[in-house]
């Protein structure tokens, strides 16, 4: 894995609020991280292998490029269990408890076939289009989750002064305050690291 953003790349992403790039994880690379990859929230956290690999320069500096930021904090990860769906377009940062979202990466690892549909509807598709690719989405835009079972790999990046409130549709509020957290509580470099541009 090499990324590599063009100026064709950022102002893409800066128009239209996602950008997908292709062939990040070969196929080795791919089985090797869906096994490490469960369901449920802060995976990162009893694996090394995603430890690393989520706080990489290279997976890391992908989200700083994009939203223009010195540094980051890294927010969750967040397994997607395959029956996953939503009722209508929902944009991404209404879906978990950390208010200051900067970008959200949707990886797949699953070589489980997609069919993308020939009428696309509203809002945008949280699919890469193959395994090893990468969808770097901005937490504002519409996601339309098909109804398809398909399992998905979401991390997080936040701005540093990110807080911990109350979501509802987020199952793991319970998992935050375990970890010390209230809600209005800004996330904690120990428990939330931040990454920062070389």
Same mark, same amino acid.
């Given at each position: ?5 063009? =100026? ?40 090394? /292998? ?8 290279? $997976?890391?500096? %992908?989200?700083?490029?994009?939203t223009d930021s010195s540094s980051l904090r890294l927010a969750f990860d967040h397994g997607f269990p ?15 408890? +950390?208010?200051? %979202? =900067? ?39 519409? +996601?339309?989750?098909?109804? &398809?079972? +398909?399992?998905?790999?979401? /991390? ?8 911990? /409130?109350?979501? &509802?549709?987020?199952? =793991? ?5 375990? $970890? ?19």
């Amino acid at each position: 894995m090499n990324p590599s953003l063009t =100026a064709q790349q950022l102002a893409f992403f800066s128009k239209n609020g996602f950008l997908e790039l292709e062939e990040l994880w070969n196929e080795t690379e791919c089985a090797h991280l869906a096994g490490e990859i469960g369901v449920g929230r802060d995976l990162w956290r009893n694996s090394p /292998v995603l430890k690393k690999l989520l706080l990489s320069r290279k $997976l890391s500096q %992908l989200p700083l490029e994009l939203t223009d930021s010195s540094s980051l904090r890294l927010a969750f990860d967040h397994g997607f269990p395959p029956q996953f769906s939503l009722p209508k377009p929902t944009p991404l940062k209404d879906l978990f408890c +950390i208010q200051g %979202l =900067a970008c959200v990466l949707l990886c797949r690892f699953s070589s489980t076939p997609f069919s993308f549909p020939a009428k696309p509807p509203l809002g945008l598709l949280p699919f890469p289009q193959k395994p090893g690719n990468l969808l770097l989405v901005q937490p504002h835009v519409l +996601i339309a989750w098909p109804k &398809e079972p +398909i399992g998905l790999y979401a /991390v997080g990046y936040a701005d540093p002064n990110a807080v911990f /409130v109350q979501n &509802e549709r987020d199952p =793991a509020v319970q998992g935050m305050k375990e $970890l010390g957290y209230h809600f209005g509580d800004t996330l904690k470099n120990e428990l939330h690291p931040l990454v920062q541009k070389r």
